[in-house]
């Protein structure tokens, strides 16, 4: 395969995955990924694994830095991580679209987004990303015990908990009503035991007509530019 070519313009679902900390992303994206055949990019598990594999480097340095006392990075430096993401993704024609998860966090990284900002090298039908968005809403106590118990960081604590759940409440909101506003948001109650919060995902997206449209009756074959 030709790798330097880019995939063909095709109907190909973009979709985001909003949530406070421990909301439970992770587990509802890999479930959605399995049923309905999209990949899942997962913006914070990426971002640790770089770190980790280059944590001597000193751009994790400063990339720390700036997690650490800013919250957010910028679109300037997470839209280069999603654009391969997306490539790899519509290179498999079996995929539907791509769920993006823990993104877009705050109003710069939502403004980036005003237009496909890959459109000259991956090319979508549509003018505007993403097709949808789901927000999983959880109490700030499951969220926190979940957080804490998962342990993906070595730097999880309690007060790391309330610092990014403080910087979820003042910046997740203005993107949710952006998204809510423009009728591409779903909302999901995900408070319960796993097997409860996928019993109500399936039940909540049976009913939604944009999640059907979008993902369960889009027409997957691919389509050559002319």
């Not at 421990?22 to 055949?37: Q, V, W």
């Not at 966090?105 to 549509?126: H, I, M, T, V």
Request: include cysteine; proline fraction near 5%.
């Amino acid at each position: 395969m030709d790798t330097n070519t880019p995939p063909k313009r095709r109907k190909f679902a973009v979709i985001f995955v909003l949530g406070a900390p421990g909301s439970g992303k992770g587990t509802i994206c890999d479930f959605l990924a399995r049923k309905y055949s999209l990949s899942h990019f997962s913006v914070g598990d990426h971002l640790r694994a770089w770190m980790q594999a280059n944590r001597k480097t000193p751009l994790a340095a400063r990339i720390q830095e700036k997690l650490d006392h800013q919250g957010f990075l910028t679109s300037v430096e997470l839209n280069p991580l999603l654009g391969p993401a997306i490539e790899k993704a519509m290179r498999r024609d079996e995929l539907k679209g791509i769920l993006i998860d823990g993104f877009p966090r705050c109003d710069e990284q939502l403004n980036s987004w005003a237009r496909w900002p890959f459109q000259e090298k991956l090319p979508l039908e549509g003018d505007a990303k993403p097709d949808a968005v789901l927000l999983l809403n959880v109490t700030r106590e499951n969220a926190e015990a979940r957080y804490l118990a998962r342990g993906r960081d070595r730097n999880d604590s309690a007060d790391k908990f309330t610092r990014r759940f403080a910087e979820y409440l003042e910046e997740g909101p203005p993107v949710e009503r952006h998204f809510r506003e423009a009728g591409l948001l779903v909302e999901i109650d995900n408070n319960g035991t796993k097997e409860e919060n996928i019993a109500g995902l399936e039940e909540t997206l049976r009913g939604s007509a944009l999640w059907t449209r979008v993902v369960v009756n889009q027409y997957t074959k691919s389509t050559f530019i002319v």
